[in-house]
């Protein structure tokens, strides 16, 4: 299982910093600051968890 750390970290990837270009440290921050206000605002959702609690057996 994928951690949700993980996740956001990917998604942040993909949909800001991927083929982006930013002008300064300032633009970035910018940047960042607006996708994490978007991101809380429309995309965020609880992760479903699939661990069913069963202990792991060895193999």
Known sequence: MVEPGRIWFSILSRRVLKRA????LEDLRQRLLAFIGYFNAVLAKPFRWTYAGKPLRAA
């Open 21 to 24: 270009s930013f002008t300064s």
